[in-house]
């Protein structure tokens, strides 16, 4: 390959390149698709050899920059002159030159290696590789590691939650512990340390048959195993004697918390009153256990309905009839979400059943379409990724995405929806969905035409509770918005018919003399900074990133949704 690289540095000046070099860009352009980066390779004369199509991603300049021959110094010029440099510091008083930019960039490429990470927009980072060989040759690699520091930012913020509130649980003045589902010690605070005149180290990763005597590890377990499996919390009030004789009563608090399958038991102890009266708890108990010689007596209290379900979004209610014969696919990999889905399911007469991964997916999904069978729907948890989307939308299958909370909670309310809002596969009445909201606002018209961005558009706003519509078309979403008059619109900037840009143009020029502005956010799937001035030029309000997920959307809504339209004072 060097050979090829000396005839192409002899020949650059050259229009017509030689055949092994034309194997050798096909073979590059390969190389880079795989490895998801961009190549740059030039001469010990700094003339590019060859410059991969992926450097467009990065960089938006024109394609003759990239041609073999060019200078590496109007290539770098190019970059310059598009704007997404990184992005200067906030104590930075005055930016570098054109000139002096293009001289430190020059500089880099001669150091033997470099490597460096700069920060283009809001939320995109890149990292460029450069070695300059011993003949002289260089080579500069630039991909994009906007995932990696986003995981690692937040792998920072989640390290810098738990420290806080592993220093909150430490100063709380009471004992409390956590065990997980196999009722092993997964944390402790400072005052059980105490209380039982320990160490973390000695606690963390053992059961309280490795800390207590066989009679009182067993009545633990056995609480704890009530907690786990039916929610209700353990109160117990208990009489202990310190290693110092001193004796004393306490109450302990057993909670369940966490979802399906991933569900972790915590618990605290407090000290009382020496022969006081029994806890107000005790009054609405379902079950009371008090041991032959009074050393202890526990109860176990319903968890009220305010903190053991969420209320249906949009204040809806439904009334479940019998959906004998259809046909339900349930995605989830977590067993204690499957087994809940699969009884309800049952439940109320559907034909259900359930696989582990995408995998297993495709496989169901082409069995049941060579074989006639036709699914009504399918249930997937949101922790399957979106292949699993992409496999319902190939087969045309409807789909609901949920968390594990959901499936295993409010699976009944979520389809009743569904087949309430699309009248899939069965008659009217079969389902009945009441509001007690006449004649509402629309509050959020998503623009936008790609099929599993609406699923995961509706998902989000459905969980978070707005009230939205769903436009396919430039035209549709200037349309739907002055019928309905949104309180915010979010808008794709790639939409049939006419754009988003043209659509926002639209909507502002019929906005012109009524006094209202309707925030309107550009939905972007790249940091490019000319889209960001295009949307703003638009008349858009902000712009946000795709994926989008519902911190992103509540966020916006915060910022910008309001009860009543903006006043365009004078």
């Known amino acids: 390959m060097s050979a090829g690289f000396e005839k192409a540095d002899t020949s650059s000046a050259s229009d017509a390149l030689p055949p092994e070099a034309d194997l050798q860009t096909v073979l590059l352009d390969a190389a880079c698709d795989s490895l998801s980066a961009a190549f740059v390779i030039y001469d010990r004369n700094d003339l590019l050899i060859f410059a991969s199509r992926q450097v467009m991603e990065f960089f938006p300049v024109p394609g003759d920059v990239l041609r073999p021959g060019t200078r590496l110094r109007d290539f770098l010029g190019a970059v310059y002159d598009t704007g997404l440099r990184e992005q200067t510091l906030v104590h930075q008083v005055v930016s570098l030159s054109r000139e002096d930019w293009l001289s430190q960039r020059i500089a880099s490429h001669w150091r033997e290696r470099f490597e460096a990470v700069e920060r283009h927009g809001a939320d995109r980072w890149v990292r460029f590789l450069k070695r300059r060989l011993p003949n002289g040759y260089g080579v500069t690699i630039i991909s994009n ?3 990696a520091r986003k995981r690692e930012e937040q792998w920072r913020y989640d390290l810098e939650r738990v420290q806080l509130t592993e220093d909150i649980l430490d100063h709380l003045p009471f004992p409390l512990f956590v065990k997980d589902r196999n009722l092993t ?15 973390a180290d000695e606690v963390l990763g053992r059961k309280s048959g490795d800390l207590f005597s066989p009679d009182i590890a067993k009545r633990f377990e056995e609480s704890d195993r009530h907690v786990l499996e039916t929610g209700e919390m353990s109160v117990a009030r208990q009489r202990q004697i310190a290693r110092d004789g001193t004796e004393r009563d306490i109450v302990s608090r057993k909670h369940r918390i966490g979802k399906p399958g991933r569900y972790f038991l915590v618990s605290t102890m407090q000290d009382l009153p020496r022969d006081g009266g029994d806890l107000d708890e005790f009054n609405q108990a379902t079950e009371i256990t008090t041991s032959s ?9 319903p968890v009220p309905n305010a903190s053991q379900r969420r209320e249906p979004a949009a204040m809806e209610a439904i009334v479940p009839e019998n959906f004998s014969g259809r046909k339900i696919l349930v995605v989830t990999a977590d067993l204690a979400a499957e087994t809940a889905a699969l009884r309800t399911l049952a439940k109320y007469g559907f034909e259900s059943c359930s696989v582990r991964g995408e995998d297993e997916e495709e496989k169901f999904l082409d069995i049941a379409s060579c074989s006639g069978i036709s699914l009504d729907l399918l249930i997937i948890d949101n922790q399957m990724g979106m292949r699993c989307l992409e496999l319902a939308e190939r087969y045309g299958i409807p789909a609901l995405v949920m968390d594990g909370f959901q499936i295993a909670n409010e699976l009944t309310f979520q389809i009743a929806r569904h087949f309430n809002r699309n009248g899939r596969g069965g008659t009217e009445g079969d389902w009945e969905i009441t509001t007690t909201e006449e004649n509402v606002g629309l509050q959020v018209l998503v623009a936008e035409d790609n099929d599993i961005n609406q699923i995961v558009f509706t998902q989000i706003l459905e969980g978070l509770g707005y009230r939205h519509r769903i436009a396919t078309t430039g035209e549709e979403v200037v349309r739907l918005w002055a019928e309905h008059r949104p309180q915010i619109v ?3 900037i790639s939409l049939p018919v006419f754009n988003g840009f043209e659509a926002s143009r639209l909507i502002r020029q019929m ?11 550009g939905v972007l799937t790249q940091a490019f900074e000319r889209d960001r001035a295009e949307c703003a030029k638009a008349g858009m309000d902000d712009v946000i990133m795709k994926p989008v997920s519902p911190d992103i959307l509540e966020t916006v809504f915060q910022k910008y949704l309001m009860d009543e339209p903006i006043e365009v004072r004078s």
Request: glycine share 4%; with cysteine; charged share 25%.
């Open 511 to 521: 906005e012109e003399g009524q006094g209202t502005r309707t925030p309107v956010i």
């Open 185 to 199: 010690y997964v944390a402790v605070n400072k005052a059980f340390c105490e209380k039982y005149q320990t160490t």
């Open 145 to 147: 590691i906007s995932e």
């Open 490 to 492: 979010l808008m794709d």
């Open 293 to 301: 010689n009074q050393t202890y007596r526990r109860a176990y209290v």
